[in-house]
């Protein structure tokens, strides 16, 4: 699409290119499954951990990679920290040596229960600590989920199927009015990275539904941050917008549903 277009558009493109497609706006969830990526022109290392299906930490940190987690093209990304490959890739020759010297000397000397613990613990592949795993609810099947409205504002444009309609529902409201979650859920994303959508936040509720929350003035969750239905979530405001309104959308394994369909009738 050239600039003129770019200039031409009114509304953000709809949240669904995050998930599919083969373009930088165009991303769908675990869609990588090697071992390793190439990074190629346009890709961020959110949009890779995305399609890996891992956190963006975790993957960081089995590349070695700081905040801002800046990649370039031709890079490659390992999208794994447990495989064997892996270890043995990460392990220098002299320590390599090392572990054989050690596995030679535990082959002719008795082993107590309390070296045998120590050796395991080292040679086992270090995962990233997470204090939030541990407490981390299990994600409720999609008949489980219990819905209700983002905002209590009055709905201002409604879902459409068409190609250039709204893929969610705009609500109006004042800026700094609540935004809850609809549904109980873990912040995949939370930041203004994605041109048209201003301040957003992504919560996953479970393997088929996700929800997002645009133009926000204030987001108040972290990513991985996990949240009770109707926590408030961000503040109401026009970031990428014309006006002050909420861009509310519901996906079903990636694709645009209405959100009508979900929400409870009759409080809007």
């Not at 309390?114 to 997470?130: D, E, G």
């Not at 949240?227 to 990636?254: P, S, W, Y």
């Amino acid at each position: 699409m050239g600039l003129s277009g770019c200039a031409q558009r009114t509304e953000p493109a709809p949240v669904t290119r995050l998930y599919k497609g083969k373009s930088i706006h165009d991303f769908e969830r675990a869609s990588l499954a090697a071992e390793s990526y190439t990074v190629e022109p346009g890709d961020t290392l959110y949009s890779i951990a995305f399609r890996a299906n891992e956190d963006i930490r975790t993957v960081a940190q089995w590349n070695g990679l700081a905040p801002p987690y800046t990649i370039v093209p031709g890079q490659e990304i390992r999208l794994s920290g447990t495989s064997k490959s892996t270890v043995e890739t990460v392990a220098s020759p002299a320590k390599k040596e090392y572990r054989k010297s050690q596995n030679s000397q535990n082959k002719s000397k008795p082993v107590t229960v309390k070296q045998q613990t120590r050796a395991t613990v080292q040679t086992k592949p270090i995962k990233q600590p997470s204090v939030v795993n541990r407490n981390e609810p299990p994600l409720p099947a999609s008949k489980d989920i219990q819905w209700q409205w983002p905002s209590s504002g009055r709905v201002i444009r409604e879902f459409s199927t068409a190609e250039a309609g709204s893929k969610g529902l705009d609500i109006a409201g004042a800026k700094g009015d609540s935004v809850v979650a609809a549904a109980a859920g873990k912040v995949v994303y939370a930041g203004n990275a994605l041109k048209g959508y201003g301040q957003l936040i992504i919560l996953k509720h479970n393997d088929d539904y996700i929800t997002a929350y645009a133009h926000n003035e204030k987001l108040l969750v972290n990513e991985q941050q996990w949240v009770n239905k109707g926590d408030e979530i961000a503040t109401m405001g026009d970031t990428d917008a014309e006006r002050v309104k909420l861009h509310f959308q519901v996906r079903f394994r990636g694709k645009s549903v209405n959100p009508k369909h979900y929400l409870p009738r009759g409080t809007q």
